[in-house]
């Protein structure tokens, strides 16, 4: 199934939940936030979370700095 990820498209096995398509992209779960359709997904709703084939995820991290 296809999916984007910050506007690129992927192929992901639509039996993973939000957590492990994160994973199997490289995408470390640590100092980020997730939105699905510019709705923002709780970390705890992550491994509940599947995804619908054209499904637009953002993943926003979190940046240190000043």
């Known amino acids: 199934m296809q999916i ?3 506007r690129e ?3 992901v096995n639509p ?3 939000l957590a492990e398509i994160l994973e199997s ?3 470390l779960l640590q100092g980020i ?3 699905i359709s510019n709705k923002v997904v709780p970390r705890a ?3 509940a979370t599947y995804l ?3 499904a637009n995820v ?3 991290s979190a940046v240190c700095g000043g």
């Open 45 to 47: 709703a992550w491994t």
């Open 58 to 60: 953002t993943v926003i």
């Open 52 to 54: 619908a084939e054209g």
């Open 15 to 17: 039996k993973l939940n």
């Open 9 to 11: 498209p992927v192929e």
């Open 25 to 27: 992209q490289g995408i």
């Open 33 to 35: 936030a997730v939105a």
């Open 4 to 6: 984007y990820i910050n």
